[in-house]
C-alpha cells in the first residue's frame, strides 16, 4: 500500500526513517528514490547520510546540530509528489551464465518450483528488473520483477557463502551478489560483472532505480568476460534512458 504522506519513525537518537508504504512497489520507491535526490541536492546542515530500501528512506543526521522537529518538517516541505522519480535513467544488461557448474541451486530451486532448471534459466532472463536497493554486503543489489513461477520461499537454513557474482532468487525477489556470504536465497546463475569495486568510481555500477535485464551466457563466454572483468574491464552494457 502507497501511503498518501510519509510516515516519520526515529531509528534510535540520530537517524529518521522516512516511510511511504508498506510494500515492495515502483510507485513506492520512487518517491524514496525522489526524496533521496532532494535531500543530497540541498540537504539542511546536520545531516549526514541517506540510505533508500524498498519502502523507506533512512536520515542519519547529528541531533546537536539539527533536530528532529526540523528534519521532519524539512522533509515535508520538500517531500515530491506521487509519480516523481519513476522513469529509469538506464538500462542493464547483465551477462548471465546458468550453466549447473556455476548456477550451485538451480537443480533443487527448480525441484521446488516444479520446473526444469532450463525453464527456470527463460524465465528468469525474460524479464525487465528495478534495482530496489543495495543491503547486507556491499555490491549487494536487490532487484523486483521477479516472474511469478520463480517466486520461492527463502531457506530455511542458510546456505554456505555464495561464490562471487552470485546470481539470485528468494522470497519473490531476486539479487545480485558481489561477495561471498552465506544466505537463504538460491543461487540460480552467476555473472562475471563486479557490481562493487573499490577502485572504481563510482564503486557501485548499477544505480538504485536502474532497469536490469539478464543475457544468458555459456560457461566458455563467462571465462573470456571473467578475465576481462578481473582486469577492471565493465563487462555489462548500459543504455541511457533519459
Known amino acids: 500500500m502507497l501511503y498518501a504522506r510519509p510516515r516519520c519513525l526515529d531509528a534510535g537518537e540520530a537517524a529518521l526513517t ?3 508504504g508498506d510494500s515492495v512497489d515502483p510507485a513506492i520507491n520512487a518517491r524514496v528514490l525522489a526524496l ?4 543530497r541536492q540541498s540537504a539542511p546542515p546536520g545531516v549526514l547520510e541517506t540510505v533508500p530500501t524498498y519502502r523507506s528512506l533512512m536520515i542519519h543526521y547529528d541531533p ?5 522537529t526540523a528534519l521532519v518538517a524539512y522533509v515535508e516541505s520538500i517531500e515530491p509528489a506521487p509519480g516523481t522519480g519513476l522513469e529509469p535513467s538506464a538500462r542493464w544488461t547483465i551477462p548471465c551464465c546458468y ?4 548456477a550451485e ?3 533443487i530451486a527448480a525441484q521446488q518450483l516444479a520446473l526444469s532448471p532450463e525453464r527456470v534459466a527463460q524465465l528468469h532472463a525474460s524479464a525487465d528488473y528495478r534495482a530496489y536497493m543495495y543491503g547486507f554486503a556491499p555490491g549487494w543489489c536487490y ?3 521477479l516472474p511469478a513461477p520463480l517466486a520461492i520461499a527463502r531457506r530455511a537454513v542458510p546456505r554456505p557463502p555464495t561464490p562471487p557474482g552470485a546470481v539470485l532468487i528468494g522470497g519473490g525477489l531476486a539479487l545480485i551478489g558481489a561477495n561471498p556470504m552465506p544466505t537463504g536465497w538460491y543461487v540460480i546463475a552467476r555473472t562475471p560483472e563486479r557490481l562493487f569495486s573499490l577502485p572504481r568510481d563510482p564503486p557501485f555500477l548499477i544505480e538504485v532505480g536502474d532497469v536490469v ?6 560457461a566458455a563466454t563467462f571465462a573470456t568476460l571473467g578475465a576481462r572483468a578481473a582486469r577492471g574491464e565493465i563487462v555489462a552494457r548500459r543504455a541511457t534512458l533519459r
Do not use: K, T
Open 18 to 20: 522516512v516511510e511511504f
Open 105 to 107: 541451486d538451480v537443480a
Open 213 to 218: 535485464r539478464f543475457e544468458s551466457i555459456d
Open 64 to 68: 546537536l546540530e539539527l533536530s528532529r
Open 99 to 102: 550453466d549447473p557448474a556455476l
Open 143 to 145: 532487484l523486483g520483477g
Open 36 to 39: 533521496d535526490a532532494a535531500l
